[in-house]
């Protein structure tokens, strides 16, 4: 089941907020602990005992990994309990169906499918819970032996589906003693305000045009058509999944926790190794920690870091999803890294900065149509590489039409949200609104407040007119 709408979260977020801020601040994680619950099991009624048990096991794996620190066998053993359980569980449900498909296509057998139903964000809370037992295990943090408050740092609503990813190291000090302030409070309001606005006034919008373009026959659309539609993606996918990214934040602020940033206008980079520093920044930064350095990173000289870098894109790319396009999604950025790594990465530094971006821009517009432009349930490798194809032969040119009418009403009806994704996925409003808040009269950072009310309201009204809502990375 996937959350088709905000509906549940209006109505669950003031009282949860307000029982928050009631009670005494020991009782405040066991109100997370029951709200996470609640606002998972909305969505998932079943599959959050999966969640419950993940997080029961790594909890236990925790006490047990501090009780005997000097006994290396047992906090192995520990360790390895929690790894096979989480990606076991992730093996399960999110990868079974799809070797069991691709089984049955290349051999010609007929294995049963049991299609097991995705819980939703199970890739985020069972990395986020992971997090803990190998940071326990190396020594990095100190064990959390209230099980209420270890709960509550996986169950914690505002993040738990589809993040950013919270490592216990994140919040380990404020996951016990944590003070909310009138400001933190403020600013967290104006945090979520801003990404409800992205998500829904700006991805909804720009998204419907894919959704149209995608049910289209690839073989058919013109040049303009193709590249109208996965620019509408490329935008689509930043405002959605940053949009709840600083809805995350913004309630973990207004709950008195500072998540990890998540985005840093990864639009504007220069190169492709900057895209994913600034993109999906916790997934980058945890498979930095857990899986590229402990292989040896760039230390063991280039070819090993080569080997590296190729093993964990893949990684990457099966992360997304259990799909021949994420498979190659991930090997595409890859290689692309590897060849940045070796001599581009020069290159592009030294070429005018207009060409550098235009280069990783592109780049990074071709890979969502690896991620995105393949028909949900395509299970053959050579049916996903053929759309992937047949799309970006249609970007070139490649059906024989450049632009058609099909095109032009499009480029009428969206030109004015093509033009605010592109102006809101630059750093300019920040600009402004860091050199107001610094250099304006007091009367003139008034309009901040105004502006977010503004946004609000045209939020709320948005949805009580429009079924369109999908939270993308909730599939994941």
């Known amino acids: 089941m996937v959350f088709s709408s905000l509906t549940f979260l209006f109505a669950f977020l003031p009282i949860t907020l307000i029982l928050y801020y009631l009670v005494p601040k020991k009782a405040k994680n066991v109100v997370i602990l029951i709200s996470g619950l609640v606002f998972y099991a909305w969505g998932e009624p079943i599959y959050v005992l999966v969640m419950i048990l993940s997080t029961f096991i790594d909890y236990t794996a925790g006490r047990i990994i501090d009780k005997y620190d000097d006994r290396p066998k047992i906090r192995t053993a520990c360790l390895l309990v929690s790894l096979i359980m989480n990606i076991g569980l992730l093996a399960t449900f999110k990868y079974l169906g799809f070797i069991i498909e691709a089984l049955n296509a290349g051999f010609g057998i007929a294995i049963p499918n049991p299609n097991l139903p995705l819980p939703i964000g199970i890739s985020f809370f069972t990395f986020q819970s992971m997090s803990y037992t190998i940071d326990l295990y190396r020594r990095q943090i100190k064990v959390q032996k209230n099980a209420a408050s270890f709960m509550a740092f996986?169950?914690?609503?505002?993040?738990?589906?589809?993040?950013?990813?919270?490592?216990?190291?994140?919040?380990?000090?404020?996951?016990?003693?944590?003070?909310?302030?009138?400001?933190?409070?403020?600013?967290?309001?104006?945090?979520?305000?801003?990404?409800?606005?992205?998500?829904?006034?700006?991805?909804?919008?720009?998204?419907?045009?894919?959704?149209?373009?995608?049910?289209?026959?690839?073989?058919?659309?013109?040049?303009?058509?193709?590249?109208?539609?996965?620019?509408?993606?490329?935008?689509?996918?930043?405002?959605?999944?940053?949009?709840?990214?600083?809805?995350?934040?913004?309630?973990?602020?207004?709950?008195?926790?500072?998540?990890?940033?998540?985005?840093?206008?990864?639009?504007?980079?220069?190169?492709?190794?900057?895209?994913?520093?600034?993109?999906?920044?916790?997934?980058?930064?945890?498979?930095?920690?857990?899986?590229?350095?402990?292989?040896?990173?760039?230390?063991?000289?280039?070819?090993?870091?080569?080997?590296?870098?190729?093993?964990?894109?893949?990684?990457?790319?099966?992360?997304?999803?259990?799909?021949?396009?994420?498979?190659?999604?991930?090997?595409?950025?890859?290689?692309?890294?590897?060849?940045?790594?070796?001599?581009?990465?020069?290159?592009?530094?030294?070429?005018?900065?207009?060409?550098?971006?235009?280069?990783?821009?592109?780049?990074?517009?071709?890979?969502?149509?690896?991620?995105?432009?393949v028909a949900p349930g395509t299970v053959s490798f050579g049916n996903v590489f053929e759309q992937i194809w047949t799309f970006i032969s249609a970007m070139f040119g490649g059906n024989g039409v450049f632009i058609d009418d099909t095109a032009t009403n499009y480029i009428v009806n969206y030109g004015i949200i093509f033009a605010v994704c592109i102006f809101g996925s630059s750093d300019v409003l920040k600009t402004i609104a860091d050199y107001i808040r610094k250099k304006a009269p007091t009367w003139v950072q008034y309009g901040f407040p105004v502006v977010d009310t503004v946004i609000m309201l045209a939020s709320v009204a948005y949805l009580s007119t429009s079924n369109y809502s999908p939270f993308l990375y909730f599939n994941f």
Do not use: C
């Open 154 to 373: 996986v169950t914690l609503f505002p993040q738990i589906v589809a993040g950013p990813i919270v490592r216990y190291e994140d919040i380990q000090n404020e996951i016990d003693d944590r003070t909310i302030t009138e400001k933190m409070i403020g600013d967290g309001i104006s945090r979520f305000i801003v990404g409800l606005g992205k998500k829904v006034l700006i991805a909804n919008n720009i998204g419907l045009l894919w959704t149209e373009i995608k049910a289209m026959d690839y073989g058919e659309i013109s040049a303009v058509t193709a590249w109208l539609g996965i620019l509408a993606f490329t935008f689509q996918i930043y405002f959605d999944f940053s949009g709840y990214s600083d809805m995350a934040i913004g309630l973990g602020k207004m709950m008195g926790f500072h998540f990890p940033e998540n985005f840093n206008y990864p639009y504007m980079s220069h190169s492709v190794a900057e895209f994913w520093r600034r993109w999906h920044i916790t997934l980058g930064d945890w498979f930095k920690s857990y899986i590229y350095f402990p292989m040896g990173g760039s230390r063991k000289g280039l070819p090993r870091t080569i080997i590296n870098l190729l093993v964990v894109w893949t990684i990457t790319g099966i992360w997304h999803g259990a799909s021949w396009n994420f498979m190659l999604w991930g090997t595409y950025f890859g290689i692309l890294i590897v060849i940045e790594r070796l001599f581009l990465g020069k290159v592009l530094e030294k070429i005018p900065a207009f060409f550098s971006w235009l280069y990783t821009f592109i780049m990074v517009v071709f890979g969502w149509v690896m991620f995105d432009a």
